[in-house]
């Protein structure tokens, strides 16, 4: 087969229709975007919703994902030791329970990003302020502005400017559950208030829903090719939440949500994320109508990936499956073309498979795995060479 655009082999996978090699979706933090940036000379590796996807599309992505949702600000941006931030959620936030760096220990760690090997753990981002904990918080809530120009505007430049040739992805996570427990709610208060205050999550919930469902309905006018929606509702070896109560809080409410992204466009694609076991709702997500899911990180229920592709791979293309929690960071590089090698031939067959690290690319990745894996991809992600002949 000829050498297809990338945005006609992103669409052509979300269709199960042959392509030439396997699609392919990088997505990284800020430190290791930075890292690799001066691998390839190249000076702008913006993240959140200063994203600049020159790196990304070097690295041969076929899709350019922009991301509007609640993490895109607070998830991207520098925010100091011992500083709060609020976003326009009214969510506040600082750094995660690590004690972060001197400016000493800042040099040290800053050469790490220049040389091979792993980097040191880098302080994250996280909520710490909630603003609803209780029904008086809520009634006195006042959601954000969904056509909020500043959000909006960057999708339309992007359209006009890589629609040609890539496939535009804009990225509501987190959607429902993720975006009130751990932002405004808080995880503690809503696992409880679920049983002892469900008035209170479902009208957090509605919030959400009426909010990102306006929110979505925008960049889909704007002419986006996909909308991505996501939660983190799994954890290590199950989910969070039973899939009887994500039945019963999340999925009406998306299928509500899609139903109007339908109705705006009906051609649009829809990609459902969660973090970690997911697998007892991807059959939920193939009846809401989704195309793309992922990002299979391959535990719990996930492990067997050739069984999820032969049970699900006619109904959803999925994205994902390579392990960011131990063969990236700790691999040796064989161990990396390893991973990715066993992903392509588990998931890879018959088509309708997207590549990808399991989650973002993140800092204490050494450099050399990195360029391991994406050698990796373009020797093992053609159609019709081994594996995937």
């Known amino acids: 087969m000829k050498e297809l655009l990338p945005r006609e082999r992103f669409i052509r996978t979300l269709r199960r229709e042959p392509v030439d090699r396997v699609s392919t979706l990088y997505r990284m933090k800020a430190e290791a975007k930075q890292k690799i940036a001066r691998v390839f000379g190249i000076d702008n590796a913006a993240t959140g919703r200063k994203h600049d996807p020159t790196l990304e599309l070097r690295l041969g992505n076929d899709a350019i994902i922009y991301q509007i949702g ?3 600000d607070f998830s991207h941006r520098h925010i ?3 500083e ?5 959620f009214g969510v ?9 760096r001197t400016p000493e220990e800042e040099a040290e760690f800053k050469k790490t990003q220049e040389f091979w090997g792993a980097a040191k753990v880098v302080p994250e981002n996280f909520p710490k302020i909630h603003p609803i904990k209780t029904l008086d918080d809520l009634k006195a809530y006042k959601w954000p502005d969904p056509a909020d120009p500043g959000m909006l505007d960057p999708i339309r430049d992007l359209c006009a400017r890589y629609q040609k040739d890539y496939f535009i992805i804009v990225d509501l996570s987190s959607t429902l559950i993720e975006a009130a427990y751990a932002h405004l709610v808080g995880t503690q208060n809503f696992f409880l208030y679920m049983h002892d205050e469900p008035e209170l999550i479902n009208g957090v919930l509605d919030g959400l829903t009426d909010y990102y469902t306006e929110l979505g309905r925008n960049a889909i006018k704007l002419g986006v090719d996909m909308i991505r ?3 983190d509702i799994g954890a290590q070896q199950s989910m969070m939440l039973s899939p009887k109560s994500w039945r019963e809080y999340a999925k009406p409410r998306f299928k509500r949500m899609f139903d109007v992204f339908r109705k705006e466009n009906p051609e649009i694609f829809i990609k459902f994320h969660s973090c970690g076991d997911y697998s007892a709702v991807l059959p939920d997500e193939i009846e809401l109508g989704a195309h793309l899911s992922g990002l299979m990180q391959p535990t719990g229920g996930l492990k067997d990936q050739a069984a999820i592709k032969s049970k699900f ?6 994205a994902g499956g390579f392990d960011v929690q131990r063969i990236l960071p700790r691999g040796q590089v064989e161990d990396v073309r390893k991973g990715v090698f066993e992903c392509f031939k588990n998931l890879g067959p018959g088509g309708g498979y997207i590549f990808s690290p399991s989650h973002y690319i993140m800092a204490d990745v050494p450099i050399q795995n990195i360029m391991a894996m994406f050698e990796a991809q373009k020797d093992f992600g053609v159609y019709g060479k081994y594996p995937l002949n």
Do not use: C, F, P, R
């Open 92 to 100: 506040g936030y600082g750094k995660s329970g690590l004690e972060g």
């Open 84 to 88: 709060t931030w609020y976003n326009h």
């Open 229 to 231: 929606v996501g939660d």
């Open 80 to 82: 100091e030791i011992g």
């Open 70 to 72: 609640i993490n895109a």
């Open 313 to 318: 791979g006619n109904d959803i293309v999925l």
